[in-house]
């Protein structure tokens, strides 16, 4: 009978192991369900697939993914990235087939229709990236007549899409635009302030242009199906730890590092 009891107890200690590492850390049981996230990981820093495989749930790493999993820590959770389109984002909350969009993702009018928004954990601008010897494009008045790279959906394209006489290149991810910028097919690239900054730091003969009259600054929040106040209030409380904590800030701090390796 004693020996009985104390393989049933090895046994499921095994189990609970076994659960613990099918997730992305935090797990403490194998009772526990999964939060899942809806992201883009094509968003340095804020997600993108770790260049050594190696990121912080499974290959994805960055701002967002940590982030995530302190929602999913505190909701007794287990994080699992669901990598898709960034405008596929949304309507895969709306359906419910993801619990959480976090993506970088701005909070504008028009997705507020949509899903609700936590309160915000970033604020940032759009970036005009050029090359480094351009001295024409200062703003957005200068890129009239030019050819500009947007990413389909982001903010970005939404409102350059508002200003007339500039042509408008749509990608699917950034880095492309960034690639055709640096082989002079376009003549800028529009992505946010941070991204931007990331291209920038790797590619050194590009530079940012800013235009604080034109561009206003967005934040970022987390997305949930709408009317789930009550995990609105847990996302909401999580987001306020992490900031009051000064988190962020050292979440934000080790993802740069670990991107400079
Ligand atoms: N902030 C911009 C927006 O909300 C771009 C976000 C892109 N995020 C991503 N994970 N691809 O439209």
Redesign the pocket.
Known sequence: MKKFFKSAVALSLALVMVFAFAGCGNTESETETKLIMA?????TP??FVAANGKGICGEFDGI?IAIANEIAKDLGQTLEVSNMD?NS?IPAVEAGKADIG???????AD?LENVDFSEPYWV?VQTIIVKGDNTDIINVETLKGKKVGV?T??????ALSEVEGIELARYQ??IDAVQDLKNSKIDAAI??SP?AASFIAKNPELKGVTDDSFFET?E?AVAIKKGNSELLGKINATIKRLKESGEISKIAEEVDNRLAQ
């Open positions: 992201t883009n990981a094509e968003f804020f997600e967002d960034f984002i976090i993506a970088g993702m701005t909070v504008t997705r940032a990413v959906g982001y903010t970005g394209d939404l991810k950034g992505i946010d991204t967005e970022y």
